[in-house]
């Protein structure tokens, strides 16, 4: 009889180095040996290392906005190739992928069913391995007490937060809590295959185990890269809360469920799980896990709120969970991919992400209002701006927190992003090549023309919506390019999430004014300075907060499909200028294409607005298709390979 076993890989601690100057410093030695079980669970150190590679194999920073890299891309199936992550942004309309390989992503009239998904044989495999860990640090006679205690919390945690990211995307899957093992003797492969689960009994799943083991791992803000019992608590906040929207919002969309409950949550099971998502965020707001505050090192709130993603140190006591890197070890290509293009380290490969107009003009004025940015008059003159700044001045210090407007610094420079000269008959002087030099009508002398970051149509690698993106991007010299790497950290769970975890729970459950202040704390760090009353509180207000606060960090496709509303903001029609204009603030907001804002400059010498900036608002021409979410999208295809291996699985509803 032959049984399968987990092979046990030492990916980080040498038995020499078991006491290390940082928590995330075992996620980050190369394999070195194989040992038998009985030899690696009789050792702290060589249990830590095993731990190290499942901590590495959770879904991680290629995968933010829940679109898996396939594994042709890189030589490690456990490991996607962390580079292409940052296309899963321009799927939603907040941004173009300045990039001539991904300008399908615009072009698209629909997604297939199966966007979004995970590997399942990769996670059944990842599962195992974690039921074998758990099970051999059970039976471990060798380690301490203590030792067993926090690594078996840790591998528990993994292990429902892992079913948590399949559970958002797949609806209810089969539940295997024990290592299945087959028995190729006797060809039981029937007594394996396991049933989907009811999606409410993986959130349960979920929620139990992150109660159950809160109080076995250690309340400490410092330790970010393994889990604590924020981290517990901040898992089970979200997860109750995603529980809780679809129990609540599922009522919209009746034919997005199935009768056996692997695809939908009853409505009468909405308001405990909002009261288990409140209760536990606030655990973690009131200190009982740890001094966890929001980020204010910094007296510019643009300027703050970049550093919060930057910020590695003690001084991060936002930051709850991250996914750590570090030089010389494993980094990634994000700001390789994503610096501006006159400021890169290597040129010729930057500038991917263009944050959209849509998006930017959802960031509201500092009195609490929503307004378009202004590009004319009431007549439908053009106005004009002494500095390209100008036209956001007043606005949500999270704003050029997120995102490198015109202008904007980075790394001691400028970008240089404009479109051309407006001259004075109307026309255009501009190139089709970024910085290029022409002669101004009735000059000699040859000047640059349009900026060295475009926009240019079409042309890759310079900004087509006016826009950089500034979140997560790394300003240290070097970290562009791709032999170094950046070592930023991706930050899984935060304090603000947690905040406004709370204050949508606590609006659900009729605690407007609890939530108001919850919402508040987040938005005076933002620089907002008119608070929001109770009466204030709307489920427009709950959206607008978590998308411009977690913009480009994974949230946008999972809450939008929680609260059941995807398939109203992506409809398959086109975004129109009116869309766009209209509605700001606005959950269901059509934004099914990115639009972007061109700044010219004015050249007219007989005028006083000669030399100075006026805007416009510019579908990017490449832009030929819209998002359509379909009902079938709601929920990630299980393909027909997958169903044969195990006929006892249901196919997902409206496929």
């Known amino acids: 009889m032959k049984k ?18 940082k928590d995330s410093d075992f996620l980050d030695v190369k394999p070195i040996s194989l040992l038998p079980n009985e030899v690696a669970f009789s050792d702290p150190a060589l249990v830590l290392s095993i731990l190290g590679d499942l901590y590495n194999r959770q879904l991680d920073f290629s995968s933010l906005d829940g679109r898996p890299i396939p594994e042709s891309n890189t030589g490690d199936p456990n490991n996607p190739d962390i580079e292409a992550g940052w296309r899963t942004f321009s799927d939603f309309g907040e941004s173009f992928p300045s990039e001539n390989g991904s300008y399908f992503l615009v072009r698209n009239t629909s997604w297939g069913y199966g966007e979004w998904r995970v590997d399942w044989s990769r996670s059944y495999r990842y599962i195992r391995e974690l039921n074998l860990f758990i099970q051999r640090d059970s039976a471990s006679t060798a380690l301490t007490a203590a030792d067993k205690t926090r690594f078996m919390a840790e591998g528990r945690f993994l292990r429902a937060n892992y079913y948590f990211e399949m559970v958002k995307r797949m609806g209810g899957v089969p539940l295997v809590t024990s290592p299945q093992t087959y028995d190729e003797g006797k060809g039981e492969v029937v007594s394996l295959q396991t049933p989907r689960a009811k999606e409410s009994d993986i959130y349960d799943f979920v929620i139990n185990e992150m109660e159950a083991i809160k109080n076995q791992l250690p309340s400490d803000v410092n330790t970010k890269s393994r889990a604590t019992k924020a981290a517990a608590l901040a898992v089970k906040s979200r997860a109750a809360l995603y529980a809780a929207s679809i129990a609540k919002y599922g009522a919209n969309t009746p034919q997005v469920s199935l009768p056996g409950g692997e695809v939908g949550i009853p409505a009468s099971r909405a308001t405990a799980y909002y009261t288990t998502a409140l209760a536990a965020a606030k655990e973690i707001i009131d200190g009982n896990a740890g001094a966890y505050k929001l980020y204010q090192s910094l007296p510019d709130p643009a300027e703050n709120f970049a550093a919060l993603f930057l910020d590695k140190s003690s001084v991060n006591q936002e930051a709850i969970w991250i996914e750590d890197f570090r030089v010389g070890g494993r980094t990634h290509g994000y700001t390789t991919n994503d610096q501006p293009y006159s400021i890169s380290d290597e040129g010729g490969d930057a500038g991917r992400i263009n944050p959209s107009l849509n998006l930017v003009e959802n960031f509201e004025k500092l009195d609490g209002t929503f307004a378009p940015l202004p590009t004319t008059d009431g007549s439908g003159n053009p106005i004009y701006y002494t500095n390209q700044e100008d036209i956001f001045a007043g606005r949500d210090g999270r704003l050029r927190g997120t995102v490198l407007v015109p202008n904007s610094l980075f790394k001691g420079k400028r970008v240089d992003i404009w479109a051309g000269y407006q001259l004075a008959d109307g026309s ?33 690698f310079r900004t087509q919506s006016g826009f950089y993106i500034r979140k997560y991007l790394d300003p240290t010299v070097g970290s562009g390019r791709r032999g170094r790497g950046s070592d930023v950290a991706y930050i899984r769970y935060r304090y603000a999430e947690v905040l406004l975890n709370a204050a949508e729970a606590a609006f659900e459950l009729g605690q407007t004014a609890i939530a108001a202040g919850y919402m508040n704390q987040v938005r005076a760090r933002a620089g907002l300075t008119t608070p929001l009353t109770s009466t204030d509180l709307s489920f427009d207000r709950i959206v607008h907060e978590r998308r411009v606060e977690l913009a480009f960090e994974g949230h946008i496709l999972f809450d939008y499909k929680r609260w059941r509303i995807a398939h109203i903001v992506w409809d398959g029609a086109q975004t129109s200028l009116a869309d766009l204009g209209t509605n700001i603030g606005k959950a269901t907001q059509r934004s099914t294409q990115p639009w972007g804002l061109w700044p010219y400059k004015y050249y007219n010498p007989a005028s006083p607005n000669n030399g100075k900036w006026l805007y416009k608002e510019v579908k990017p021409p490449v832009v030929t298709g819209f998002d359509f979410f379909r009902f079938g999208n709601y929920y990630s295809q299980i393909n027909d390979a997958i169903i044969a291996a195990n006929p006892k699985l249901v196919r997902q509803p409206n496929q």
Do not use: H, M, R
Not at 6 to 21: D, P, V
Not at 436 to 454: A, E, W
């Open 4 to 21: 399968l076993f987990l092979s046990i890989t030492i990916i980080a601690l040498l038995l020499g180095n078991a006491g290390c100057k």
């Open 428 to 460: 255009i002087l501009s190139s089709d090549e970024a910085g290029s030099l022409k002669k101004l009508p009735g000059t000699n002398t040859d000047i640059q023309v349009v900026g060295k970051d475009g926009p240019i149509s079409g042309l890759e």
